[in-house]
Nanobody, 120 residues
Framework: VQLQASGGGLVQAGDSLRLSCVAS????????VGWFRQAPGKEREFVAA????????YYRESLKGRFTISRDNAKSTAYLQMNTLKPEDSAVYSC??????????????WGQGTLVTVSS
């Protein structure tokens, strides 16, 4: 599976962004999708995950209520809707496909990241 993340950009605090992760190659719907982020000088951290259907989702506790993960298997695309963005959300966001988990080691396929910058 090849993954392509997009949708990042420079926004102001309080704005929203929707990131997309488009998959090609092997069956997208066979895999869970996870979003992870990494800010400069910080460790990569889990953001959200969704099962291979859209019935099972899991979020970083601190992001619940602001971020929503979804997927459209017909389009081989996963999304991360981010609302009420804060400067601390600034990071490179990456999507990955693999086993449903918050652990990045369980994801075997990774896309390149998309940069999100939130100004105060």
């Amino acid at each position: 599976v090849q993954l392509q993340a997009s949708g990042g950009g420079l926004v102001q605090a309080g704005d929203s962004l929707r990131l997309s992760c488009v998959a090609s190659g092997r069956s997208f719907n066979a895999y869970a999708v996870g979003w992870f982020r990494q800010a400069p000088g910080k460790e990569r951290e889990f953001v959200a995950a969704i099962g291979n259907s859209d019935s099972l989702t899991y979020y970083r506790e601190s992001l619940k209520g602001r971020f929503t993960i979804s997927r459209d298997n017909a389009k081989s695309t996963a999304y991360l809707q981010m609302n009420t963005l804060k400067p601390e959300d600034s990071a490179v966001y990456s999507c990955a496909a693999g086993s449903w988990s918050f652990n990045p080691a369980t994801y075997h396929y990774w896309g390149q990241g998309t940069l999100v910058t939130v100004s105060s």
